[in-house]
């Protein structure tokens, strides 16, 4: 009786607007609002992560792999790589992007396994099974108490017999234990979900953390691979044709540490076919040659292959590539910030104060620039010793190569007219004596070695490089094979093969190994290792790193007899006190008189009209019958 009074206290005390949420606690309230939008997150991220997915769902990481874009990718390469020589750069490229490619795609497929198994499964067991489970218990919750509501409205609303009355009662208490059993069990769902919110927020959590520990693997991967990719493909760059840096308007500091040299290569390239053929050619550096053989030659020195005697037939183009050379440099080889300094140098009155006022200059010159213009201003007094014949003295040679050596630091297009206005006189001026007076003002020797003609001087034949018929041959401890490092090549042999395997993609050709040489070789030192006098020697150039041009461009023979006293002058003479210029070592140039034959084809501007051709007569052409 008692049990029976305190329910219909309880039932009495409900209001007519009661729903299934009064019946439960305030934190079953707030928790019981949280169902609905985890069910619906988890469904959406879910779909949406399934999708990143590059690979189909449900497979292992061995045959995800295979399906990858990346992996693809990787086959694709295996199969283009296998038409290429085995000492192309690119073919070389193309095997280390190739096995970098296949890694990446092994690791992608990793995680992808894993992002499968730790987060797109659990979400799915959150979204379609744990959630949708409350969420039933809630609705059969729902309709109870909405059962129970209705019954307790038709009892108190009963007037009729006692024995109806009762029945409805009993009505009312039955729907209320069906209530409270229900009521129990979401209860208890809810306390379950209010338990596993962490567990289920780790799920994203854990997200991130796969796809930060797969990103730092490839960016692991790519930056050790890459750079020893980087540091192989330097240091295999000498041998490997047509894979030059441009030198062509680059700094000159940057050209000589890439290259190892002193002397840029194409001041020492044109100044060697210039002493071969051009020194007694009239109106040399003055008159014009055919744009299309000096473009030629200007994309052969920036491709590192000069062929010598193609172009030293043709002395006004080789004249023309190197005027076009110190016309593109950034800076001018005598520089921006001595520029006021030279003109204050050639204002002396007396020949002694300009000469001396010169060498202060020039000892501050970069020990680069000075080492260069040294190089050419000495090549310059030489051939103005032959002005009899060229017509080219040292007035002449300054008017037509001064606005390439000095101009002044300007933006914008009153260049072109500052660079003009000073040609014509100002800087004629600075250039003319360094020309007459270079053997006071570059008192160090050079020995300009000139090399006979080649018939061809590619860089990949073996009298440049005797190591390459047989690499084990090679005594050279600067020269080593660069299969000798097996971290990488060893790793890329490995997975051509496997691609191999996979798609027969990848030839036999492309699983050869090519020995590659890397040839550390000191600067170049055919100019001498010279700097300016009393110069203070320049800052350290960055760590060595062989690049590819290493080497010379051009390998010279051995000096033919007889013509050591060319290389070497007779002597060296101060400059008088006079006005006149002195006079210069005299120098035995006799083997330069004789002129190779022109070769055929080759583009050469003439000094005088060709004649008339002869007009055909019979009797010329009697011997026919």
Known sequence: ??????????????????????????????????????????????????????????????????????????????????????????????????????????????????????????????????????????????????????????????????????GLKEEVEEAWRKLESAKDQYSADLYHFSTKQDEYSSYFTRLLELQADYHQKSLSFLERNLTELKENHSQSGPLLSGSFKPVYGQPLLSHLLDSGREIAAPIQECIHMLLNTGMQEEGLFRLAAAASVVKRLKHSLDGGSVDHSEFSSDPHAVAGALKSYLRELPEPLMTFDLYDEWFKAVSERELSDRV?????????????????????????????????????????????????????????????????????????????????????????????????LPGNSDLTSSQSLPCVADPHSCTDPSITPLADSPSLSQNISEALSQLGSMGNSSSSDSKSRHPVLTSHQSPAASSGSHGPPNHQAAAPPKAWRPSVQQKPFFQPREAPKGN??????????????????????????????????????????????PPNPPQLINKHLSFLG
Request: charge should be neutral.
């Open 356 to 452: 001396g006022r010169l060498r202060e200059v020039l000892r501050k010159l970069p020990a680069e620039n000075y080492n260069n213009l040294r190089y050419l201003i000495q090549f310059l007094a030489r051939l103005s010793e032959q002005q009899a014949v060229n017509k080219m003295t040292p007035s002449n040679v300054a008017i037509v190569l001064g606005p390439n050596l000095l101009w002044p630091k300007m933006e914008g297009e009153n260049v072109t007219f500052d660079m003009a206005s000073a040609s014509s006189v100002q800087v004629v001026s600075v250039i003319e004596p360094l020309i007459q007076h270079a053997g006071s003002l570059f008192p160090e020797e050079v020995d300009f070695k000139v090399p006979e």
């Open 564 to 609: 050591d006293d060319f290389c070497k002058p007779s002597g060296r003479s101060l400059p008088p006190a006079q006005g006149e210029a002195p006079l210069l070592p005299t120098m035995s140039c006799d083997h330069l008189s004789r002129k190779p034959p022109v070769k055929k084809g080759t583009v050469k501007c003439p000094s005088f009209p």
């Open 1 to 166: 009786m008692r049990k029976q009074f305190n329910l219909l206290k309880q039932l009495g005390s409900l209001g007519k607007t009661q729903d299934a949420t009064d019946l439960l606690t305030e934190d079953l309230v707030l928790v019981e609002q949280r169902v609905e939008p985890t069910k619906k997150a988890a469904q959406i991220i879910h779909k949406k992560l399934s999708a990143c997915l590059q690979s189909q769902s449900g497979l292992d990481a061995e045959k995800r792999t295979k399906k990858l874009p990346l992996m693809m990718l990787s086959m694709s390469m295996a199969e283009s790589l296998k038409d290429f020589d085995g000492d192309s750069p690119i073919r070389r490229v193309l095997e280390m992007c190739c096995f970098m490619q296949t890694l990446l795609a092994k690791t992608l497929a990793d995680f992808e396994v894993q992002l499968e198994k730790e987060v797109l499964e659990p979400l799915n067991k959150l979204s379609e099974e744990d959630l949708p489970e409350i969420l039933k218990n809630k609705k059969q919750f729902a309709k109870l108490t909405t059962d129970w509501l209705n019954a307790r409205g038709r009892s108190q609303a009963s007037s009729g017999p006692q024995a109806k009355q009762d």
